[in-house]
């Protein structure tokens, strides 16, 4: 059976870093639901028109926490979780849950928001991946059945914007072939264009 992948919205935006990520998120799975979108909240339209998107103003308790068969279904994909997320996992769980939260140096714990309601955790090793990064990885475990361990990652690369300028980014990322870091389409770009901003606002 297919799985579902969802990520509970709990930033108070949605910035175009987010924006980069869900749009990966959705046309890598083919079925994503962002969970729990405030009606305030004005979707980027080139989100809202990618094929395998779902938006959903209910929260994931509402969803999938009121019957306990359904809710047995969902992972909560969790960094303090006691267990490594295993191929067997892939029969156990049909739902995937993520923290919709931009990664932060050091981790603030915010998935502890999603773990009080109950869902059972599991965790992709011990490092900090972006959201698109553990919904990859966790399809390669659940539904390729590839253990953790096996496969290919890239911790802290430094991107090179050119002679002069680079930076580090401090989480996981899946390696490609070429030895890259496997990140969304635009995003390289975008922490280029941050980066310049963090240091013109220095001046
Ligand atoms: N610093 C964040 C926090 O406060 O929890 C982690 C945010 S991470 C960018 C976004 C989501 O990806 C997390 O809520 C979690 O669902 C998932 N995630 C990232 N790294 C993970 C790991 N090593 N194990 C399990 N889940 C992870």
Redesign the pocket.
């Known amino acids: 059976m297919g799985k579902t992948y969802i990520v509970e919205h709990l930033d108070e935006e949605l910035g175009q870093w987010s924006e980069l990520e869900y749009i990966t998120i959705a046309r890598e799975t083919g079925n994503f639901c962002l969970s729990s979108i405030p009606s305030t909240l004005v979707l980027p339209q080139e989100l809202k028109n990618t094929p395998g998107f779902v938006a959903e103003t209910r929260g994931v308790e509402e969803v999938y926490g009121q019957d306990p068969a359904l809710k047995a279904r969902v992972c909560l ?3 303090a ?1 006691k267990q490594e997320l295993s191929p067997a996992d892939g029969d156990l769980f049909d739902v995937f849950l ?2 919709g ?4 140096d050091p ?5 502890s928001e999603l773990r009080k309601k109950g869902f059972t955790g599991r ?3 011990p ?5 698109d990064t ?1 919904v990859r990885v966790t399809r390669i475990v659940a539904e390729q059945r590839i253990p953790l361990d096996d496969i290919p990652y890239l911790d802290f690369p430094e991107l090179k914007f050119n002679e002069h300028e680079s930076t580090q980014m401090p989480f996981r990322y899946v390696k490609r072939d070429d030895g890259k870091p496997i990140m969304p389409e635009g995003m390289i770009d975008l922490i280029r264009k941050d980066s310049d901003k963090a240091i013109d606002d220095l001046f």
């Not at 939260?101 to 932060?104: K, N, R, S, W």
Request: aromatic residues 4%; hydrophobic residues 35%.
């Open positions: 994909l969790d960094p979780a993520f923290g939260i931009l990664g932060d981790p603030r714990d915010r998935t965790r992709l090793g490092k900090q991946m972006t959201t553990a």
